[in-house]
């Protein structure tokens, strides 16, 4: 079946811009999550859907970032008055259940910020 | 919050040899472990993952080890091919959010 698919795949925006990043889940995957990579660093997570609630926003780094999902399935992630240090690379990840640990990753957006 | 160090950070082995990646982490309630091979442009991929009440596991050529009381656990890939390079990543998690570290970045050589 078809895995996470993330669109764009790539995003130049210029600054104080708003930008939204889509996720489609993996079919029948309820948990869904979004997190932000940077050069050369780890993944940083930034927010957890289970359904269309979410239970943690603790990793989104200041009020420009929000994100939604609808229908328990697609999510986005918006990004408003965009700064330079927000280019990076943006994976969504989602997972079948709240109690199932596999989380499995999209091929992410890279968003440069200009 | 969790705090996890991996290292090293690169890591090149000729083919056929083994290789072994070590992570820290700092949270005791931590219980489950993956590690993810992530190639060029492309998302994470989970490759193998841990319990906290296994101490090891394997699956081919890839095992993961686990000391709880040291907090740490290791990937070892044995019989490396020139496939196997990518940046591999580990993780800990207590709930549902995944901690992960820095990356190693994981050459083999022909």
């Known amino acids: 079946g078809a895995g996470v698919s993330q669109s764009p795949s790539n995003k130049v925006t210029e600054k104080g811009k708003d930008v939204e990043l889509r996720c489609d889940p993996i079919s029948g995957h309820t948990a869904l999550y979004w997190y932000r990579q940077s050069l050369g660093q780890g993944l940083e997570f930034l927010i957890y859907f289970q359904g269309n609630s979410a239970p943690d926003k603790s990793g989104l780094p200041s009020d420009r970032f929000s994100a939604e999902r609808t229908g328990g399935s697609v999510s986005t992630l918006t990004i408003q008055r965009t700064q330079q240090e927000d280019s990076a690379v943006y994976l969504c990840?989602?997972?079948?259940?709240?109690?199932?640990?596999?989380?499995?990753f999209g091929p992410g957006t890279r968003l440069t910020v200009t | 919050g969790e705090n996890v160090e991996q290292h090293p950070s690169t890591l090149s082995v000729q083919e056929g040899d083994s290789a072994v990646i070590k992570c820290t982490y700092s949270d005791s309630a931590s219980n489950y472990f993956p590690w993810y091979k992530q190639e060029l442009g492309k998302g994470p991929q989970l490759i193998i993952d841990?319990?906290?009440?296994?101490g090891e596991k394997k699956d081919q050529r890839i095992a993961v080890t686990l000391n709880k009381t040291a907090k740490h656990f290791s990937l070892h890939i044995t019989e490396t091919q020139p496939e196997d390079s990518a940046v591999y990543f580990c993780?800990?998690?207590?709930?549902?959010?995944?901690?992960f570290g820095t990356g190693t970045r994981l050459t083999v050589i022909p």
């Open positions: 990840a989602s997972s079948f259940d709240r109690g199932s640990r596999e989380q499995y």
């Open positions: 993780a800990a998690s207590r709930a549902n959010n995944l901690f």
């Open positions: 841990i319990r906290s009440n296994v």
